[in-house]
């Protein structure tokens, strides 16, 4: 069913080379595509699949896997009542990515949090600034390698660990 | 001649009408705000990160304290998430439940909203009203879950325990008064001058700049976009229920305004066709290895016993993959992005406020106009401190 998605479709005519993965679980689809094609793919999507509604962005980070991080775009097209998930692998040497702001607006605050806790940096963003944490903060906490307690301290050793 | 200067002014972020310590720095022409600039994050308790270390039942009272306005709103969509990773079905009793609580809590933190909002523009009397109901569904809250806002009620594949007796007559009575309570709340505000002068032509932000800036819930509605996720991509149950989406039409404070006050009535009426609808039944999924057994088991039986030490401590396996659940949630789309790596703790769960979003279109929504104007809507957004810091 994935492959016959009505954007899957039109993304893999015009983006072949860019579409690395198409995958559904649970009814949700999730294409993969390569990071230097992201801004032209969302506005693609945007203008032509009409998915008009940036609900959220965010990474993932599989530490001890190559790339490292995974951006993940969740998007919703109110004409269709449609969702789709773009997710494009990030490396660790070159933790950047273009910026979809010019795209949706919404964007600029969710990648400031991706940047602030990720550390992934968005390439002509506007205005990129930590949010949620303070501006001389070290480190990204939603990073695997950064402790649950915080810097310089013990490692958490709860019970599930 | 008088030398004209800029005015930067610090707004919060102990402030009483910043809803919680939101901080603005605002950049003044005289009384014209020309720039915002929003400091967030001073509520941050790393739920996100907290919750990568956690089993899937130990993050629940996590969500509560997220929207603490609406705190089963928020475990509701973290539950259907985890759910719809399991693959679980919920029995219809414990779906119903979560309907109607969900209701109430759209209709309690509506009523927060309208009382702040009212008296951030001047108006006292709405916002004494507006708890006085609030209360009572705060009390009903205490009833079925113990805690008059951490609910901790529900759980993944159902609910924590059945409803309690006279659980029903109290909410009908509440429903049941409630059509005229807004009455009363309308009489006071609708055609109140100062109320109209304040919020009429406030905060304007056209249909297609809201969906730009991601806003969702009310302040879309209220902007002219009809789209409610009960409706349109129903969960948990809404599909069999019957009610209107309000939709505005001039875009400003006063159409979000209408809105949410037609909102509270078709949550009350959904409410209404809930309990009619409820049936006797399990309120738990037939999963013994994701369920927590029944309470006279722990206590009665060494089986029922081992079988609640094994859950509440290990938690329970979740089969590999990422599911994304919206909800809509009394402030917006609320959504979370839940990531299993098969194990018995999320290995990503990212938390999609509507309060972040929505509000990060405030300075769209505000430039140009005057402080006591950002005041409104800052108060129109609807926003939470605890959802939007995390």
Redesign the interface.
């Known amino acids: 069913m994935a492959e016959n998605h009505r954007a899957v479709v039109k993304l893999k005519e015009k983006y072949a080379s860019s579409v690395l993965d198409v995958r559904e679980f649970r009814g949700e689809v999730t294409v993969t595509v390569k990071k230097e094609d992201i801004v032209e793919i969302c506005r693609f999507l945007k203008e032509d699949a009409a998915y008009n509604l940036l609900t959220d962005v965010t990474a993932v980070d599989y530490l001890g896997q190559e790339p490292r991080f995974m951006m993940v775009y969740n998007m919703y097209s109110i004409p269709n009542k449609d969702r789709l998930r773009v997710k494009a692998p990030v490396a660790e040497a070159d933790a950047c990515i273009e910026s979809v702001c010019g795209v949706w607006s919404t964007a600029n605050w969710l990648e400031r949090e991706t940047y602030d806790l990720f550390g992934i940096r968005f390439n002509n963003h506007p205005d990129l600034r930590r949010i949620l944490m303070t501006d001389d903060w070290v480190g990204h906490p939603l990073r695997k390698d950064y402790p649950l307690q915080g810097p310089d301290r013990e490692p958490y050793k709860g019970r599930l660990t | 001649m008088a030398s004209i200067e800029k005015m930067t002014l610090n707004m919060g972020p102990q402030h009483p009408s910043t809803h919680g310590v939101l901080r603005l720095v605002l950049e003044l022409d005289g009384e014209i705000i020309e720039k915002i600039t929003p400091h967030?994050?001073y509520l941050?308790r790393?739920v996100?990160?907290?919750s990568?270390?956690?089993?899937y039942h130990q993050t629940i009272p996590l969500t509560d304290r997220l929207d603490y306005l609406a705190p089963m709103s928020n475990n509701l969509g973290y539950v259907l998430a985890v759910e719809?990773?399991l693959?679980v079905e919920v029995p219809e009793r414990a779906e119903t439940i979560r309907v109607i609580m969900a209701e109430l809590t759209r209709i309690k933190s509506h009523l927060v909203w309208l009382a702040c909002h009212a008296l951030d523009i001047g108006a006292m009397t709405v916002f004494l009203y507006c708890f006085r109901e609030r209360e009572e569904v705060m009390d009903i809250y205490e009833m079925i879950s113990g805690a008059r806002m951490t609910s901790n009620y529900f759980r993944v594949g159902g609910l924590s325990q059945d409803l309690p007796e006279g659980f029903e007559k109290k909410v009908r009575d509440f429903i049941d008064a409630f059509d005229a309570n807004v009455d009363t709340y309308e009489g006071l505000l609708t055609k109140n001058t100062i109320w109209l002068q304040r919020t009429v032509g406030n905060g304007v932000i056209s249909a297609e700049d809201a969906?730009?800036?991601?806003i969702?819930g009310p302040a879309l509605r209220g902007s002219g976009?009809d789209?409610d996720l009960r409706r349109?991509?129903p969960y948990s149950g809404y599909e069999k229920y019957n009610f209107q989406v309000p939709v505005g039409e001039k875009c400003d404070t006063f159409d979000r305004y209408k809105v949410r006050l037609v909102e509270m009535r078709e949550s009350a009426k959904i409410v209404r066709q809930a309990l009619d609808s409820l049936k006797p039944g399990p309120i738990l999924a037939d999963l013994p290895q994701v369920c927590y057994p029944p309470k006279e088991a722990v206590y009665n039986t060494i089986e029922g016993l081992i079988h609640h030490f094994k859950i509440a401590?290990e938690?329970f396996p979740v089969p590999e993959?990422?599911?994304?659940q919206?909800i809509e949630a009394p402030k917006g789309?609320l959504?979370y992005?839940v990531?299993s790596d098969g194990g018995?703790?999320p290995?990503?769960m990212?938390i999609?406020p509507p309060s972040?979003?929505n509000l990060?279109a405030i300075e769209k929504m505000s430039k140009g106009s005057m402080v006591a104007d950002l005041v409104a809507v800052i108060g129109t957004l609807d926003i939470v401190l605890g959802e939007i810091?995390?």
């Open positions: 967030i994050g941050h790393g996100e990160k907290l990568e270390h956690r089993t719809k990773l693959g969906i730009d800036a991601g969702t976009v789209w349109d991509n401590s938690g993959g990422e599911v994304y919206g789309e959504g992005y990531v018995n703790h290995y990503r990212r999609r972040f979003v990060s810091d995390r």
